[in-house]
């Protein structure tokens, strides 16, 4: 069966916890950030790429949703799956998980590709196109997050 890439697992500590006892909000975006840079990485958008080509990502939307609390010590898993793509923008969707499999969280991003030399938005390069068909062809199987795309609204009568 097809699954998300396992970006990232790190344990909750003390720093992210706020006065209610439970990781704080701005903080799950700091664990799924962690979770971008490693798929950057995975894609080849290492250091040492950007530092020589200046291509990297930038984000440019986020919407997050908090589906349960999480406490200090508790590790948490991150999986994300390609959404879509073109030739310079990538959607994502990141969950998060505790031990026990349970959604605690999730994120949708979209992100642009920028050249840093040439301070501009461009195409993603031909070694990025790569990567970036690899994953969506390993991930093609997978169901549509049912949140992906849903904004924020209050229900109306």
């Known amino acids: 069966m097809p699954s998300a890439l396992q970006t990232l697992q790190t344990p909750v500590i003390k720093e992210w916890i706020d006065y209610n006892g439970h990781l704080n909000d701005a903080n799950y975006l700091v664990i ?3 979770a971008s840079d490693a798929l950057q990485n995975h894609l080849g958008l290492t250091l040492e790429h950007i530092q020589n080509t200046g291509e ?4 440019v939307e986020t919407h997050l949703a908090y589906v349960q609390e999480i406490g200090l ?3 948490v898993t991150i999986t994300t799956q390609i959404l879509e793509t073109d030739n ?7 969950r998060m998980f505790n ?3 349970e959604l605690l969280a999730t994120v ?3 992100f642009l590709c ?3 030399l040439a301070k501009k938005v461009t195409n993603f390069s031909d070694m990025m196109v790569q990567s970036i068909t690899i994953l969506e062809a390993e991930q093609s199987q997978l169901p549509w997050p049912d949140s992906a795309g849903k904004g924020i ?4 009568k």
Not at 56 to 59: G, R
């Open 73 to 75: 010590g508790e590790t």
């Open 99 to 101: 031990d026990q499999n």
């Open 114 to 116: 920028y050249n840093l």
């Open 153 to 156: 609204g209050l229900k109306r």
């Open 108 to 110: 949708e991003m979209l």
């Open 32 to 34: 799924f950030t962690k």
């Open 56 to 59: 990297t990502l930038f984000t």
């Open 88 to 94: 310079k923008r990538m959607r994502i969707f990141h």
